[in-house]
């Protein structure tokens, strides 16, 4: 199982960007995907997550401006981030976390991450 990120890059203050992450082979719908970020110096923050039954949780933080979203066919998560702010800028990384029976049984228990995808916000 591998997850690979892309759509990063350099955006200005009250941009957007759509950020993908494609799980290899057909098992998007068995895992909960999340995309989790990171600033320099800052711990790791979860922004959003969608369960493979579809419940999807935000982070307080970027509630109301960025959405999850997946689409099983393609196996491809998307993270659409609108009204972005400097502080929103960070490494960004795609998981599948094996939230059932099945998923655990493919990763061992263990959440698969992507190498991550920079995302820069400009003042």
């Known amino acids: 199982v591998q997850v690979v990120e892309s759509g990063g890059g350099l955006v200005q203050f009250g941009g957007s960007l759509r950020l993908s992450c494609a799980l290899s082979g057909s098992l998007s719908k068995l895992f909960a995907m999340g995309w989790s970020r990171q600033a320099p110096g800052q711990p790791r923050e979860l922004v959003a997550t969608s369960s493979s039954g579809g419940d999807i949780n935000y982070a307080g933080s970027v509630k109301g401006r960025f959405t999850i979203s997946r689409d099983n066919d393609k196996n491809t998560v998307y993270l659409q981030m609108n009204t972005l702010k400097p502080e929103d800028t960070a490494m960004y990384y795609c998981?599948?976390?094996?939230?059932?029976?099945?998923?655990?049984?493919?990763?061992?228990?263990?959440?698969?991450w992507g190498q991550g995808t920079q995302v820069t916000v400009s003042s």
């Open positions: 998981h599948a976390d094996p939230d059932n029976w099945y998923a655990r049984q493919i990763t061992r228990g263990k959440s698969v």
